[in-house]
């Protein structure tokens, strides 16, 4: 859906979520009726040229929980411990990494690989495995300097592929943490960080 015109978006939402006919949604939208199935026509095209060939929740399937979690934990293994290398070897050669509402995302091994290096691997991380909206996701907790405990800071979201992760949608909002149950805090008597 994000990647439709807006004019395509609200058609489609209009006429395929809230079930508005083509008419009332030319009046609200105030254009034609011939405009309205032209823009619909156009997003349903659009969407299925997008689509992937498997919904995630049929590679969670196929993987099963064994190699799922072996996944997880190697991703929370190589972020608390700062190894750009092993991160990337989880990673499918086109990888995103984003972060919303910032309009900032990285591409890539070699683009993900920089973004490790002089931001996420600046500070200490002790990572949690959970599950957001039924993928597999990581809690980060942050420590800043020399000491203190690791606080929320982030909410990994990871879309899988081929075994691999796809995307990391990284929603930078410690109060997410809150909304799955989790602490605002960690201990910093364990965990580790990078060298």
């Given at each position: 859906m994000q990647h439709l015109p807006a004019n395509q978006r609200a058609a489609l939402i209009l006429r395929e979520v809230l079930g508005f006919s083509a008419r009332e949604v030319a009046e609200t939208l105030e254009t034609s009726t011939a405009s309205v199935n032209s823009a619909l026509q156009r997003a349903r095209k659009l969407i299925d040229e997008r689509l992937p060939e498997r919904s995630q929740q049929e590679t969670l399937r196929s993987l099963g929980d064994r190699r799922l979690r072996e996944i997880v934990d190697a991703y929370v293994e190589a972020m608390e411990s700062g190894d750009a290398a092993a991160v990337i070897s989880l990673l499918t050669d086109d990888v995103t990494w984003s972060m919303p509402p910032t309009p900032v995302w990285y591409m890539g091994h070699e683009e993900v690989g920089?973004?490790?290096?002089?931001?996420?691997?600046?500070?200490?991380?002790?990572?949690?495995?959970?599950?957001?909206?039924?993928?597999?996701?990581?809690?980060?907790?942050?420590?800043?300097?020399?000491?203190?405990?690791?606080?929320?800071?982030?909410?990994?979201?990871?879309?899988?592929?081929?075994?691999?992760?796809?995307?990391?949608?990284?929603?930078?909002?410690?109060?997410?943490?809150?909304?799955?149950?989790?602490?605002?805090?960690?201990?910093?008597?364990?965990?580790?960080?990078?060298?």
């Open positions: 920089r973004f490790l290096a002089k931001s996420a691997f600046q500070v200490q991380w002790r990572r949690i495995a959970t599950r957001a909206n039924g993928q597999p996701a990581v809690a980060g907790y942050a420590r800043q300097g020399g000491g203190g405990e690791y606080e929320a800071f982030v909410l990994d979201v990871l879309t899988l592929r081929d075994g691999k992760i796809a995307a990391i949608t990284a929603f930078l909002d410690d109060g997410v943490l809150r909304r799955f149950g989790l602490p605002d805090a960690l201990p910093s008597s364990s965990g580790s960080g990078p060298a």
